[in-house]
């Protein structure tokens, strides 16, 4: 009897230990943040590891764990904002906002933007890109327009001394590079995010105000119009599939094309990758005297779920605040969505740099409603079908249309 009681009493007391133990375990002293992207090259990655490195020595309250999510980088997101276990700060792609905008799941920043930020500093067409009911629910990190390269011995071999300035110069000049220095004069990526700046020129829209696809409108093919007859007729233009290669930098860049027109993102990989490649930028070319490229952008956007969402926003207004873009932008890998910022890294004056700054204020942004995929992919499958030859233009985007207005009708 007297060991059950003093066992009892050992345990007892043994309990009380712990409890009391745990209780003065020292408690965090600071807040851990997740925030999600998808990843980038190296140098990207490396530069991203060290600004967030700074901002935990400014803000060592806030500790951030950082997940890159390489692989169906939205399908992932969607799910864990569904599921409530999404991160509290993640990228999103302006094509995809509208429809998170419109879901109730992100955390609308209105209320945590001072006077300070100088809300007023970033481009107005990027941030209008993650604006909805009158709520900014994202802030663009970064941006790229598109801007016309051009190979400078291939122009010199045709006596070509300027870059073309309107459509009609850069078809004739085309037909003047092919077949000499390069197989073909220009480089061609038909998919709608490069394609959308043309349709407008003529008046033609990709959606209308329901969200509907209308880009078979007659106005909307005089745009594509140009890019078939290029193709086809010229015989001037080439897919980077044509020529065996990946993307419409590296056809350039291995001088199978003696011009293309493509963002920011090629210059530090064609200086790294063909150091010997001489190559200019240009403005791109006007369509029906009208100028006009795309823009590009991602914004930082905090999940409504968060439990930390003073944290996030500390984190949301340094890495797009003056300093931390600035820190972002410096290596010239994009380019900073804060006109100071711009100005202070002197890009607007930059030799390369400078015609993709001064085509935002023209740009067409990379979005077409809430149903992202379904207009981009219909527009994609039956617009490339038209480039070969195996159905008319205009056949080839009704039935683009069509198709991807019955699959919304589906979905809503």
């Known amino acids: 009897m007297k060991k059950s009681f003093w066992r009892f009493w050992g345990i007892v007391i043994a309990i009380a230990i712990t409890i009391i133990s745990c209780h003065s375990l020292p408690k965090p002293n600071h807040v851990t943040i997740k925030l999600s992207g998808w990843g980038g090259s190296p140098v990207e990655q490396k530069l991203l590891t060290q600004v967030l490195q700074d901002f935990e020595a400014e803000h060592p309250q806030i500790k951030v764990k950082y997940e890159v999510i390489s692989d169906q980088y939205m399908d992932v997101?969607?799910?864990?904002?569904?599921?409530?276990?999404?991160?509290?700060?993640?990228?999103?792609?302006?094509?995809?906002?509208?429809?998170?905008?419109?879901?109730?799941?992100?955390?609308p920043l209105n209320n945590y933007i001072t006077p300070k930020f100088d809300l007023a500093d970033f481009e107005p067409t990027l941030l209008n890109s993650f604006k909805y009911q009158n709520y900014i629910y994202g802030l663009p990190?970064?941006?790229?327009?598109?801007?016309?390269?051009?190979n400078k011995k291939a122009f010199a071999a045709a006596g070509l001394n300027t870059p073309p300035t309107t459509w009609d110069e850069l078809r004739t000049y085309s037909k003047q590079l092919t077949g000499k220095l390069n197989r073909y004069g220009f480089g061609e990526m038909p998919e709608l995010a490069r394609q959308m700046y043309k349709i407008k020129a003529f008046g033609?829209?990709?959606?209308?105000?329901?969200?509907?696809?209308?880009?078979?409108?007659?106005?909307?093919?005089?745009?594509?119009?140009?890019?078939?007859?290029?193709?086809?007729?010229?015989?001037?233009?080439?897919q980077k599939s044509d020529v065996g290669t990946n993307s419409g930098s590296e056809m350039f860049g291995q001088g199978k094309v003696a011009m293309v027109i493509e963002g920011n993102w090629s210059i530090p990989y064609l200086q790294e990758t063909f150091p010997e490649l001489e190559f200019a930028t240009a403005e791109v070319p006007t369509i029906n005297n009208k100028k006009g490229t795309m823009v590009y952008t991602v914004a930082y956007v905090m999940s409504k779920q968060s439990k930390h969402k003073a944290e996030a926003w500390e984190?949301?207004?340094?890495?797009?605040?003056?300093?931390?873009?600035?820190?972002?932008?410096?290596?010239?890998?994009?380019?900073?969505?804060?006109q100071s910022v711009a100005e202070k890294l002197g890009y607007d004056q930059d030799v390369l740099r400078s015609p993709l700054v001064a085509g935002v204020n023209y740009a067409t942004p990379l979005q077409v409603g809430k149903h992202p995929a379904t207009i981009v992919n219909n527009f994609d499958n039956q617009f490339i079908s038209a480039l070969l030859g195996q159905q008319t233009l205009k056949q080839a985007m009704l039935r683009a249309q069509n198709e991807a207005n019955q699959q919304i009708r589906a979905m809503e």
């Open 141 to 150: 990190k970064d941006y790229s327009t598109l801007a016309l390269f051009y």
């Open 204 to 238: 033609g829209q990709v959606i209308d105000a329901n969200g509907d696809a209308v880009f078979a409108s007659q106005q909307a093919l005089q745009g594509l119009q140009l890019v078939i007859d290029q193709y086809r007729q010229d015989r001037s233009s080439a």
């Open 315 to 338: 984190l949301i207004s340094y890495l797009t605040g003056k300093a931390g873009m600035q820190k972002w932008t410096g290596k010239g890998l994009a380019l900073p969505t804060r």
């Open 77 to 107: 997101m969607k799910t864990r904002l569904v599921g409530e276990a999404a991160p509290d700060v993640f990228y999103l792609d302006a094509l995809e906002a509208p429809f998170l905008m419109s879901q109730n799941v992100l955390e």
